[in-house]
């Protein structure tokens, strides 16, 4: 079974503050594929990044970086200089790379974050 | 190039009516998938379809049920509705199934059960 938990149901920082994500995982495959999405008020998730369990290179895009750690299962993500249009609920992913031919997502519950002007 | 839609936006149904929610994939997708999402939660995988067969399934009731046409596009229906149907019905579409294919979201469907 597959399981992922985003213990930070909400979290607020000021403006221009850093903000860490957190996500931890389980699986029992070796292989996998890990997402983070953005979901702002309208509704529709928006695709940040995708990590093969394979690759543990940790990524800079912009503003955005994620530190994926296999030996601790966690795969958490960091805004730097945070900013209002930051404001959304972000979602983690598990997935699974071969199931059957299925790409049956498990997603965590979710971190509202919230920035303050 | 348009990306996923999906219709109608909003709905509301009354408890023990039927409801039919449809998705046109990004064009070149062959596969749609399905997800509840209710309110507080994430999403929560109801179907997958490649090829106009069903290619998975997760833990929803029979009430639930999908097809997807020659072109792609998917329905997604739920009979007999009860209150817990209530939430944003998302639909997916990628180029195939498994692998590194990426799954692209539609906007939703807001379904309220009254």
């Known amino acids: 079974a597959q399981k992922v938990t985003q213990a930070q149901t909400e979290i607020s920082v000021v403006e221009k503050e850093d903000v860490t994500l957190d996500c931890v995982y389980e699986?029992?495959?070796?292989?996998?594929?890990l997402f983070w999405y953005k979901q702002p008020p309208s509704g529709e998730l928006v695709f940040l990044i995708r990590r093969n369990s394979f690759d543990e290179q940790n990524e800079i895009s912009g503003r955005y970086s994620w530190n994926f750690q296999k030996s601790t299962s966690s795969f958490n993500f960091t805004i730097t200089a945070s900013q209002v249009v930051d404001s959304a609920v972000y979602f983690c992913a598990l997935r699974r790379t071969n199931s059957g031919g299925y790409q049956k997502v498990t997603f965590g519950t979710g971190t509202k974050l919230q920035v303050i002007p | 190039d348009a990306g996923v839609t999906q219709s109608p936006t909003h709905l509301i149904k009354t408890r023990g009516q039927q409801v039919t929610l449809r998705c046109s994939p990004i064009?070149?997708?062959?596969?749609v998938s399905w997800y509840q999402q209710v309110l507080g939660q994430g999403p929560q995988f109801i179907f997958q379809y490649y090829e106009k067969e069903e290619r998975g399934r997760g833990n929803f009731p029979d009430r639930f049920s999908a097809r997807q046409f020659p072109n792609y596009s998917s329905e997604l229906n739920v009979n007999a509705l009860l209150l817990g149907d209530s939430a944003l019905y998302l639909c997916?579409?990628?180029?195939?199934?498994?692998?590194?294919?990426?799954?692209?979201f539609g906007p939703g469907t807001r379904l309220t059960v009254t």
């Open positions: 699986t029992r495959d070796t292989t996998y594929y």
């Open positions: 064009s070149g997708h062959k596969s």
């Open positions: 997916a579409s990628s180029l195939g199934t498994g692998g590194p294919y990426e799954q692209y």
